[in-house]
């Protein structure tokens, strides 16, 4: 008996397995869970359904996919005919940078991450989720509502090309909760399929589908290549800016997905933060804009405190609800959509994804100061934005950009601009780290003399006139009575800047400015290269323009230079391509040199490659299209130079390089003062 029990439980018999077969639970799943949950372990793929469960009732959505958590019973599916669809809904901005929500593990975010195709990915982000990342791509919206920057997409809408570069905080994508209207679980993923058909694949489809939950977002990335992203990495100086080489410790399959497209994960805490008061003011000038139409808001405050990040947030929130906004540049050394050195009038129809390198842009009205600052003359200054600003029509709203100069002098000269300008709201952005800084009420100002105009007369709600604007300001002159400008008074806003991630300090500021205009130089001569899939030209290989001595006439802003040297200091220069009133054909000689600074419009810039002495020309290189180049008729020469990348770096050039020599004498005197200091630029 006992050999008989022994041989039974070494070699069970028939009965014994339908025994064993009819005592198993009799939990049955689909093949689709078993796809979607086959690698989870029990506990965890009953906390995760529980929790999209949640999600669903929160939403006010009916996904109820009714499976027994606790019981050993089959489980069957319920479904209502009332099942959400997005419908995109307004909701406050500032929930797209709170603390996101714990709705799916970090162990599991590698599942919302899948590759589709050479240089495409598809992310899928639950609501009020954010992907901060690093790089360059190009966004498509193909479900739900995102948010970028203070722009909002959602599907339907164009892609857009974002520059998440580590000169600045990174940007971050974030999905918005959208309202769900009612339709059944089949109609919704029947929408859901017609929407990603023109994208996906059919297997990529599915996989959307088997990971899709309420409030889900997805997104396509995809690699973007563009001229200006290909000629700015070409220079091995600044091709790290778009994405840096440094492998990660541990390489996973998201970090090779991501890399594939251009991009890589990064942390949340260096994304753009604002902060609660930035929402607040922000929210409130979208509203102004959207009833009163066209007011003039103009940002101040120390340098790198955030105006131009608060002005590229409010840029696109406002074109969520206009069409333009019309933009005002006064910064001379950090310009937002031109070369470095300019005051501009710009309209903006579309979004600011991105560094000011990254979307140079033709202004409707442009004047070269020729230099980054305005310290030794601040009399010009004030002429040339007084010309810029009286074409501005008043037809959409105004933003107006201003220097990080706010002690001493650079305050005075804030308030003859608040007065010429006669904003409707001033932004005063601060820190605590900030040195102190007057709150420049519409008292305040009314109380204080300028630089060049002087406090009120008690007429406060008395505003001048744009065709009369250039007769209200009257400078202060010992020789004659000055009558002070009158404005309509403003609304002061404060808000208090949070960034936790700024790389520049007081010792390396001047390094990194220099990187910023050298690569709004690079940036805007990558208007040059050919569309793609064209190869890039070098620029030594590009045919300049020939333009005639007797053509145009010649000036150097920034410095009084003999004219047997003037021709030295123009050679391999950057120019200002101009146009004055004054007539230069009747000129047969040349060069054609002006006695003072002229206020022009500024057409665009271009490298005077070389200069022809015995033909008389100048070899221009410009994108400038021919029929502008016909109105062109001077030539300005200032501080903003070159950037020596494009010097020592052209390729393809073999034997000497051109400009570059290495017989120099550096006992001369000033010859070794700063030497090396641009070299050190570009780690």
């Not at 959208?178 to 996906?200: D, G």
């Not at 007084?386 to 005075?412: A, Q, R």
């Not at 200002?576 to 040199?593: A, E, F, Q, S, W």
């Amino acid at each position: 008996m006992a050999e008989s029990e022994a041989r039974l439980k070494l070699s069970p018999g028939r009965s014994t397995w339908l025994r064993a077969r009819k005592a198993r639970s009799q939990v049955v799943f689909s093949r689709r869970c078993h796809r979607r949950l086959g690698g989870v372990h029990r506990c965890e793929r009953r906390r995760l359904l529980r929790r999209r469960l949640l999600q669903a009732q929160a939403a006010g959505a009916d996904w109820k996919e009714s499976v027994n958590l606790g019981s050993d019973k089959p489980t069957t599916r319920k479904h209502k005919a009332s099942t959400p669809s997005p419908v995109p809904c307004r909701v406050p901005s500032p929930t797209a940078f709170s603390t996101p929500a714990p709705s799916i593990p970090a162990k599991d975010a590698g599942q919302l991450v899948r590759t589709v195709g050479l240089g495409r990915m598809v992310l899928m982000l639950p609501a009020e989720e954010g992907f901060t990342f690093s790089g360059v791509c190009r966004v498509t919206c193909l479900y739900g509502q995102l948010e970028i920057y203070g722009h909002t997409m959602s599907h339907g809408q164009p892609a857009q090309d974002v520059f998440s570069t580590y000169t600045h905080a990174y940007i971050s994508i974030n999905a918005l909760c959208y309202q769900m209207p009612e339709k059944s679980e089949k109609e919704i993923r029947r929408e859901i399929r017609a929407l990603l058909k023109p994208h996906l694949k059919l297997a990529d489809r599915h996989w959307v589908l088997e990971h899709f939950s309420p409030l889900y977002s997805v997104i396509l990335l995809e690699k973007l290549k563009s001229p200006l992203v290909n000629f700015i990495s070409s220079y091995p100086g600044v091709s790290s800016v778009f994405l840096q080489e440094n492998p990660p410790t541990k390489i996973n399959y998201e970090y090779v997905t991501l890399r594939s497209v251009g991009i890589r994960r990064q942390k949340k805490k260096k994304r753009i933060c604002l902060s609660e008061s930035a929402f607040s003011a922000l929210e409130e000038l979208v509203s102004v804009c959207c009833v009163d139409g066209c007011p003039v808001i103009l940002v101040y405050g120390t340098q790198d405190i955030g105006k131009s990040t608060f002005i590229r947030y409010l840029v696109n929130q406002l074109l969520n609800s206009i069409s333009c906004v019309d933009y005002l540049e006064c910064d001379l050394g950090q310009t937002e959509f031109t070369p470095a050195g300019c005051i501009s009038l710009l309209n903006i129809t579309e979004p600011v994804l991105g560094p000011p390198f990254t979307h140079q842009r033709t202004p409707q009205k442009m004047v070269y100061y020729g230099k980054t600052s305005c310290k030794n003359d601040c009399e010009n200054y004030i002429e040339i934005v007084k010309y810029v600003f009286s074409s501005y029509k008043k037809e959409s709203p105004l933003i107006i950009n201003t220097m990080g100069w706010v002690t001493d002098e650079g305050l005075l000269l804030l308030i003859d601009l608040i007065r010429l300008l006669s904003p409707s709201h001033v932004i005063q952005l601060s820190s605590p780290n900030s040195k102190y800084m007057p709150t420049l009420t519409s008292e305040y100002v009314d109380d204080m003399d300028g630089l060049y105009t002087k406090s009120k007369i008690k007429r406060r709600y008395r505003g001048f006139q744009l065709p009369e604007f250039g007769d209200n300001l009257e400078f202060i002159d010992e020789e004659k009575d000055s009558s002070p400008v009158f404005f309509t008074g403003h609304k002061l806003m404060c808000v208090r800047s949070e960034f936790f991630f700024c790389s520049k300090n007081a010792r390396n500021r001047d390094s990194y400015n220099r990187i910023f205009r050298d690569l709004a130089v690079l940036g805007y001569l990558s208007q040059l290269m050919p569309p793609l899939p064209k190869p890039l030209s070098p620029l030594h290989g590009l045919t300049p323009y020939q333009v005639p001595f007797s053509a145009v006439a010649l000036r150097i802003i920034h410095s009084d230079v003999a004219p047997t040297h003037i021709m030295y200091a123009v050679n391999a220069s950057w120019v200002g391509l101009c146009k004055i009133v004054d007539d230069m054909r009747g000129y047969t000689k040349g060069p054609i040199l002006l006695a003072q600074n002229p206020i022009c419009d500024c057409l665009g810039f271009g490298i005077c490659r070389g200069i022809d002495m015995e033909k008389r020309l100048y070899h221009i290189l410009t994108p400038l299209p021919p029929e502008e180049l016909r109105t062109v008729n001077c030539l300005l020469i200032g501080t903003v130079s070159i950037p020596q990348c494009i010097l020592t770096n052209q390729h393809g050039l073999k034997g000497a390089i051109p400009y570059i020599t290495t017989d120099y004498n550096f006992k001369l005197p000033g010859a070794s003062e700063k030497i090396g200091l641009r070299e050190k630029l570009y780690p």
